[in-house]
C-alpha cells in the first residue's frame, strides 16, 4: 500500500478535495441508505416468515392431537 | 428460488466499485485544466450514463409488457424507473457539486445539458405518483407502461437535441471533434461505467427478489391462515403481483394474471 502512495499524485485536500470528498460522499450515502432500507424490509420479512412459522407448528401440533384423541377413542 | 446469483452479482458490484475508488486516485492523471476536481468526473458521468439508459431499458420492459400482458414486464419496467430516479438524484447532487467547485454555481439555469437532465427527471419523477393514483392493478400496469414506453422514447431525443443544441461550458463526454479523453482516463471511465452498470443492476436484482419474496410470503399466509389473515394491500405504486386484479375478469388466457408470482 505505502508503494501504491508513493506513485499516486498527491491529494491535495484545500478546496478541491472539499467538493470531491462531498460528490464521493453524496454517492456512497444514497448507496447505505438504500441499504438500511432493505435492511429494515428484510427484518419486516424475517418477521413475518417467524410468525408464519409459529402458526404452521400450532396447526401441526393441534392436528396430531386431534389425530391422537381420535385413534384413543 | 428469488435472489439467485445475488451473491455473486454483490461480490462482483464490490470488486468494480473498488477497483473504480482505486483507479480514480491512484491511476487516473490529474486534469490539467480542472486539477483534482475532476476526479467528480468519474461518478458523475457514468451515473448520469447509466440512468439515461436505465430510463430507455425500462421503456422496453413496458413495451414488453404490452405486448405480453405479462405483469412480471411491469415489475422489472418499475423497477428499473425506480432504481433510475435514485440514480438520477446522485448524477444531480454530483454535478451541482462539480458546478460549484468548477465554474461557482450549484446550477445554471442557460446550460441545455443541465436543465434537460432536470426535464428528464421531472419527467419520470410523475411516474410513481401516475401509478399511486390508479387503484386497479391491471389499469395500473397498463397505463404506466404507456407512460414509461413515451418517457423512454423521450430520452433518446432529448440526448440527441442537447448534443445539436450550442453547448456554453458543460463539456462533452464523448466529443465529436478531436481531442477526447486520454487512453489512462478513458480506461477509469470504462471501469467506473462498469461498476455503476453493476450497482445499478444489483439494486434492481435486490429490489425483485425483496417484492417477489413479499408477495410468496402474501401467498403462504393465505394458504396458511386463510384470505381473512392477510390484510387487503392498501393502494400503492408498487406493481401488485398475486393480488387479484380488481377489474373485470379478461375472457382469453393471454393477458390473464397469475395468481402467483413470478419465479
Redesign the interface.
Known amino acids: 500500500m505505502s508503494v501504491?502512495?508513493a506513485?499516486?499524485?498527491a491529494?491535495?485536500l484545500d478546496?478541491?478535495?472539499k467538493?470531491?470528498a462531498?460528490?464521493?460522499v453524496?454517492?456512497v450515502g444514497?448507496?447505505v441508505i438504500?441499504v438500511a432500507i432493505?435492511g429494515v424490509?428484510?427484518q419486516r420479512?424475517s418477521r413475518?416468515?417467524s410468525e408464519?412459522h409459529r402458526?404452521?407448528e400450532a396447526?401441526e401440533q393441534g392436528e396430531a392431537e386431534r389425530a391422537k384423541g381420535a385413534a384413543a377413542r | 428460488m428469488y435472489g439467485k446469483g445475488l451473491r455473486a452479482l454483490s461480490l462482483a458490484t464490490f470488486a468494480a466499485l473498488t477497483a473504480t475508488?482505486a483507479l480514480v486516485?491512484?491511476y487516473a492523471?490529474?486534469d490539467a485544466d480542472q486539477?483534482?476536481?475532476q476526479?467528480?468526473f468519474y461518478?458523475?458521468v457514468p451515473?448520469a450514463i447509466v440512468t439515461l439508459c436505465a430510463y430507455v431499458l425500462g421503456g422496453i420492459f413496458a413495451a414488453i409488457h404490452l405486448k405480453t400482458h405479462d405483469r412480471g414486464w411491469d415489475l422489472r419496467s418499475y423497477v428499473v424507473i425506480h432504481i433510475a430516479l435514485?440514480f438520477n438524484?446522485?448524477g444531480l447532487?454530483?454535478g451541482a457539486?462539480?458546478a460549484?467547485?468548477s465554474w461557482g454555481h450549484w446550477w445554471v439555469w442557460d446550460e441545455p445539458t443541465l436543465v434537460s437532465f432536470l426535464i428528464v427527471f421531472l419527467l419520470f419523477a410523475t411516474y410513481q405518483p401516475l401509478r399511486f393514483s390508479i387503484e386497479d392493478p391491471e389499469r395500473q400496469a397498463r397505463y404506466a407502461a404507456v407512460f414509461a414506453v413515451m418517457a423512454g422514447a423521450f430520452v433518446p431525443l432529448n440526448f440527441a437535441a442537447v448534443r445539436a443544441a450550442t453547448a456554453t461550458v458543460h463539456p462533452r463526454t464523448f466529443g465529436t471533434t478531436g481531442g477526447g479523453l486520454p487512453s489512462q482516463m478513458a480506461w477509469v471511465f470504462v471501469v467506473a461505467i462498469v461498476a455503476m452498470a453493476l450497482?445499478f443492476a444489483l439494486?434492481c436484482c435486490?429490489e425483485i427478489a425483496?417484492k417477489q419474496?413479499?408477495w410468496q410470503?402474501r401467498a403462504?399466509?393465505r394458504r396458511?391462515?386463510g384470505s381473512d389473515a392477510v390484510a387487503p394491500l392498501g393502494r400503492s405504486a408498487a406493481p401488485a403481483l398475486g393480488e387479484p386484479s380488481r377489474s373485470a375478469p379478461r375472457e382469453s388466457g393471454r393477458g390473464s394474471y397469475p395468481a402467483e408470482a413470478p419465479s
Open positions: 501504491l502512495f506513485v499516486a499524485p491529494l491535495p478546496e478541491a478535495g467538493y470531491v462531498g460528490a464521493f453524496a454517492f444514497v448507496i438504500y432493505m424490509r428484510l420479512m413475518e416468515l408464519l402458526a404452521l396447526r | 475508488f486516485f491512484f492523471p490529474l486539477g483534482f476536481i476526479k467528480i461518478v458523475h451515473v435514485i438524484v446522485v447532487l454530483t457539486i462539480w460549484k467547485a450497482l439494486m435486490y425483496a419474496t413479499r410470503l403462504l399466509r396458511l391462515l
